[in-house]
């Protein structure tokens, strides 16, 4: 098939930046999102153009790496997936694409696509782990962990941190992003003791970073590629009550 | 050069006390003193990176994604094995050993594997007590499940995302060293030269990939944790941007590379559709568990998978290996669909592919257990194919997926070079000529938690702390090399681009030293690489500059790579006159198809030494002595 996109170009974090017209053609519908991106570069690459930068790396849906926005909508119109894991055979010959980098106030534009994520992992530096040392923890079954416990753990450990809630957020925040790791954490036994701290320095961190609060929109639910569920948020506010109120 | 592996003497199980006993300690007060760097932030890297900085020392961390989360540790999927016996199945640290001793064809080395399976343990209560969410029985108690090549299960897992755990959890204890000051840490940075002085490794030069800056960071010791080198047949499961770069430009620097032909060859992959692929997703190794892998009896039977009955299916592997079924070891697994597909008999476009049916389990368990167990893996095979595997079976195809070989390393995981350290995948030491499902993610924390942390402290309290700096005139050349490596891709303004150059080789590479070797393939492949190399050397493309954000350029210094080192794994392959494991050599097999190892002549670890490009790197051998196990012919049946 045949499709047009309107792609985001921008040299650097001080250029304006704009949208540019390319033809995609003879695009196979088992390709994935980036293959057809691949497809143009090689084609840019061959006239001596400068091929459109994008983050991809695992192109499994496990990394993180590639999110964009696609027609508006961080990490593509298909729900659940990753932009390396959307396919081809969702589009339609004759098709026109926007696609865009992601965009929030925490995530500077570093070239075309590539955005700067790292405000995401300064919120995990500020207290987004439990403070195990190597060395000197008991056996694994000496912590008896409830199965829907570890069950609900794990559901919030899913997140990739690829910040595609971010850019769906009107305020920008990274509510959904920090409310999985606050609840994954307190959820287990292990990483009660440092819980009421926990909660506070990352929600501290998070708006020290340039993010927005939560304004209950419940778009990032809407756009994550591991269906991260907005009760994490209400669990996070929780917690959060519980330590201010200590 | 005498490889000398530096195993501890005495009984197999004490080596390991004998040697953190006879090792030299840094004081607490002293280890600030002494700067660590680590390059690559997988299991092995950021484990090992977390690890030093909590014991106080000041360590430098590199990665060239955007943050150390994403290393490809994190699509690891099924599981991470340890020898704990929580099912009272029968395993103990000495079976986990003689299964990983016997899954690798008898090419490893035998104090490396005791030691790996006696501080396996270790490495789930560490992640447990990271936080780690593995599947708990309703009890509470952790979950266990099998893989290939074990009668026990001893596998732990979280759902099909073990990998991604584990990496959060080491990620996590990483990003608490780095807030405490004690890591620094340079994301999208990539280790582009070691740098040796007076024969020691003293630092690295970098590439800052948004600026395009070259830059040397010196240091007292380096650990390399980056990876393996698959992408050389550039359609693997690696991540996109997996490379040889690291340890290849090592190797240039004079540390030995062992074993390079012994790469996996992983049995369960979505077969390639077509030219576009970029990459080969894997379908965890776990799915045998309860899939059961067949082809049609007959040659040409184009029914559908469902409208063939049970008498004119040929569960293959079943048939083949009753003791192990469908979780027979990767090598043979994969050997054996080949040899189907060869026959004909093959499934799906091109006859490439087996069937993966889970059909008998949805109707044994029903479809929930099924979905509870791996539907995330369901989910993905989906989007890929567009096909629901609940209702038919999956297509499953062999496909590249980890290096057992890597940098030669002794028991410290030190290479030839003193002060350069090897972990995980990097390094050669563990797996032999095959590894055993699960066992990749068990040997990455190991190494970088439990192992390096002694062994590094030994070299350093032998070393002046802060003896070189970046002023030093091996970091100067070693920057102006870089800077000219770099210009010299910009200057060719060929005609063809690096990707088709990468898939060239890839094509070479899978064709002449893939699943089966040939004397004939492996002088071809060393024929057709060098021409190749010299094309890309006079006709590839890289457009941009030097001085920007510039993923061509990336992708031109790799494959620059890939097109040396994809001729040193031929040469070994061809120097090997055996098949053991990953490595089969058509010339060499038994009268019922298995590998045919040749113990007499080929029980050692070929360590290869580089002496210039486009000249024969000198073969030095680490004889392989079995003191515990018997040498015997690998069976799974």
Not at chain 2, 165 to 180: D, K, N, P, W, Y
Not at chain 2, 298 to 307: E, F
Not at chain 2, 420 to 433: I, P, R, T
Request: net charge neutral; with cysteine.
């Amino acid at each position: 098939m045949n499709l047009t996109l309107y792609v985001w170009r921008q040299k650097g974090p001080k250029d304006a930046g704009r949208l540019v017209r390319y033809e995609a053609k003879d695009v196979s519908p088992d390709m994935s999102f980036l293959e057809m991106l691949d497809l143009v570069n090689e084609g840019l690459v061959r006239k001596g153009d400068d091929p459109i930068a994008f983050d991809h790396d695992c192109r499994e849906g496990i990394c993180g790496m590639c999110a964009q926005v696609i027609n508006g909508i961080p990490q593509g119109p298909q729900k659940k997936t990753t932009v390396c894991q959307l396919h081809m055979r969702h589009f339609k010959n004759g098709d026109t694409i926007y696609i865009e980098p992601l965009r929030a106030r925490a995530f500077p534009v570093i070239r075309d696509l590539v955005v700067d994520r790292g405000s995401l992992d300064k919120i995990i530096q500020s207290g987004g782990y439990i403070s195990a040392h190597t060395g000197g923890v008991p056996d694994g079954n000496a912590i008896l962990i409830p199965k829907d416990d570890a069950d609900r753990a794990m559901d919030a450990a899913e997140c990739i941190g690829c910040g595609a809630c971010v850019a769906a957020c009107p305020n920008g925040s990274a509510m959904l992003f920090t409310a999985a790791k606050v609840t994954q954490l307190a959820t287990l036994p292990q990483g009660r003791t440092e819980a009421a701290r926990r909660v506070c320095v990352m929600t501290e961190e998070m708006l020290g970073q340039g993010f927005g609060n939560c304004g209950n929109h419940y778009e990032c639910q809407a756009v994550c590629p591991k269906d991260i569920k907005v009760q994490f948020i209400a669990k996070l506010n929780r917690e959060f009550i519980k330590a201010r109120l200590k | 050069m005498i490889l000398d592996g530096k195993t501890p003497s005495g009984p197999l199980p004490e080596k390991w006390d004998k040697r953190k006993q006879e090792m030299k300690l840094v004081s607490p007060a002293n280890k600030r003193k002494y700067r660590i760097i680590v390059v690559g932030t997988g299991l092995a890297g950021a484990s090992a990176a977390a690890t030093l900085g909590e014991l106080g020392y000041n360590v430098e961390s590199f990665c060239f994604q955007d943050t150390p989360r994403r290393g490809h540790s994190i699509a690891a999927q099924g599981g991470v094995n340890a020898a704990k016996n929580y099912p009272n199945d029968g395993d103990s640290i000495y079976r986990l050993f003689l299964d990983t001793v016997k899954g690798g064809d008898f090419r490893a080395r035998e104090s490396n594997v005791y030691r790996l399976a006696q501080v396996s343990g270790s490495v789930i209560d560490q992640a447990v007590a990271q936080g780690v969410p593995f599947a708990r029985d309703y009890a509470g108690y952790l979950d266990n499940r099998s893989f290939g090549g074990a009668q026990v299960s001893r596998t732990f897992y979280a759902r099909g995302q073990t990998g991604q755990q584990l990496l959060l959890g080491a990620f996590g204890s990483l990003m608490r060293q780095i807030r405490v000051g004690s890591v620094k840490l340079h994301p999208r940075t990539e280790m582009l030269d070691l740098v040796v002085v007076n024969g020691e490794a003293k630092g690295i030069t970098v590439r800052d990939l948004v600026t395009g800056e070259v830059s040397s960071h010196a240091a007292d010791a380096v650990c390399l944790c980056t990876g393996g080198y698959t992408n050389v047949f550039y359609l693997s499961t690696n991540a996109a941007g997996s490379n040889v770069t690291a340890t290849y430009r090592a190797f240039k620097k004079g540390a030995l590379f062992a074993n390079p032909c012994f790469t996996q060859i992983h049995p369960t992959c979505i077969p390639v559709t077509g030219d576009h692929q970029s990459k080969l997703t894997l379908m965890s190794e776990s799915l045998r568990n309860d899939g059961r892998v067949w082809v049609p009896k007959t040659k040409g039977d184009s029914r559908a998978p469902g409208d063939i009955p049970e008498t004119d299916r040929d569960y293959f592997l079943e048939r083949k290996y009753p003791a192990f079924g469908n979780l027979a070891p990767r090598d043979i697994s994969s050997r054996a669909a080949k040899e189907v597909c060869d026959e004909g008999r093959g499934v799906g476009p091109g006859g490439r592919g087996v069937y993966l049916d889970f059909a008998n389990a949805i109707g044994r368990l029903g479809e929930g257990t099924i979905r509870e167990r791996y539907g995330n893996l369901f989910e993905m095979y989906g989007q890929i194919t567009a096909e629901n595997a609940y209702q038919q079976p999956m297509r499953i195809y062999p496909a590249p997926h980890y290096a057992m070989g890597g940098l030669w390393v002794d028991y410290n995981l030190e290479s030839t070079i003193p002060g350069l350290f090897v972990l995980g995948e990097a390094n050669f030491s563990d797996h032999g000529a095959n590894r055993l499902g699960a066992s990749a993610l068990m040997q990455g924390l190991a190494d970088g938690y439990f192992i390096i942390s002694y062994t590094i402290a030994n070299y350093l309290a032998r070393a002046t702390p802060g003896a070189v700096t970046t002023n030093h005139a091996e970091f100067l050349k070693s920057r102006e090399d870089v800077a000219c490596f770099t210009s010299k891709l910009l200057a060719i303004n060929g005609k063809r681009t690096v990707n088709e150059f990468h898939r060239e080789l890839g094509r070479l590479m899978w064709e002449n030293v893939g699943m089966a070797r040939s004397e004939a393939s492996l002088k071809s492949a060393l024929s057709l690489i060098p021409r190749l190399r010299a094309e890309f050397w006079e006709n590839v493309k890289v457009t941009g500059t030097g001085t920007e954000l510039n993923q061509e350029l990336e992708k031109a210094g790799r494959v620059a790579d890939f097109l040396e080192f994809g001729e040193l794994m031929a040469l070994d392959a061809l120097h090997r006159n055996e098949s053991c494991g990953g490595h089969f050599r058509v010339e060499y097999e038994m009268p019922d198809g298995e590998a045919k190892r040749d113990d007499e002549n080929y029980c050692y670890v070929a360590a290869w030494e580089f002496k210039g490009v486009d000249k024969a790197p000198e073969l030095h051998k680490e004889p392989l002595t079995f003191e515990n196990v018997k040498l015997a012919v690998r069976s799974y049946k």
